[in-house]
């Protein structure tokens, strides 16, 4: 499970780096890495868009986890 959640961050931290690069700089970096493969930039699209999800859900479960405690 620690490798699924591993996955979900590095592909969390991409997204952000993306959409980043986006804002400052109007470059797409996963469209530029995957130009002649629109499926898989789309693919990668949708991990991201999943990963950030799983980023958000986990982290109001670990939050109410640590009120729970206090």
Known sequence: ?????WI????TVVGALN??????????LVAY????MM?????VYVLVGVS?????ILSVMHGKKCNAEM
Do not use: H, I, Y
């Open 33 to 36: 890495l995957f130009s002649d």
């Open 39 to 43: 499926t898989v930039a789309k693919v």
């Open 8 to 11: 979900v961050l590095v592909l």
């Open 1 to 5: 499970m620690k490798v699924l959640w």
């Open 19 to 28: 959409w980043g690069l986006v804002g400052l700089f109007e470059f797409d």
């Open 52 to 56: 950030g999800l799983l980023t958000l």
